[in-house]
């Protein structure tokens, strides 16, 4: 764990260098590494609200809402990835990522009303959003590279703040499990989506 938060802090301080001379090769290596380590972190942010805060009842009393992120079309098969452009792959992934900058910081205000949320749950929430906005960042330099700017357009808007604050404990927590159930499918499509597309614009496809 040591060495997981000393390699994380190592990166960051990678990660806030100027990346002018900074070849694309090695703005890949950075976005991958940034989102692997951010999809381990939701990951482990939906694996500790499981274990602690899931209550069966919800199987029979409440239905998993769409993502707000639903909207917005990724490939469905590898085949349908490999056929799609570069730049529209990193467009797809910034919208995405765009869509959850605000909800983190709400995931971040409301991890300590759960009752007896650990530091570490915090520390954890803390890293994922600090770490989608670098990576953000990171895919919009490499888009701007291949002279594509991001479109000024807007993002899905998440509506779930009502029952994240709700003072019913079982609203507020089932709000909460479905925040982290849709971090976690992104966080996973967006390191999925960055590993094909190093592979493809670095590798050649020669990664497979
Ligand atoms: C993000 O996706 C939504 C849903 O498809 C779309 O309406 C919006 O224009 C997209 N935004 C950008 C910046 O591409």
Redesign the pocket.
Known sequence: MLLMVSNLLLWEHVASKPTGFVSTEDLYDRVVDQSHTTYFLAADLYHEFDMKYFRSSWYKTRMPSLCHTA???TPQSRDEAHETKTEDLL??M??IS??WEEPLKHLVSAVPTLPGASDKMLKTANAVKDKTHVLLEGMKTILSRSHHE???????VWSGLADLQSSDEDTHLFAFYSLVRCLRRDTHKIDAFLKLLRCREVFKNECF
Not at 150 to 156: G, H, M, Q, R, W
């Open positions: 909207s917005i079309h467009k797809t910034i919208n765009h869509a991001v479109e000024k357009d807007s993002y899905p």
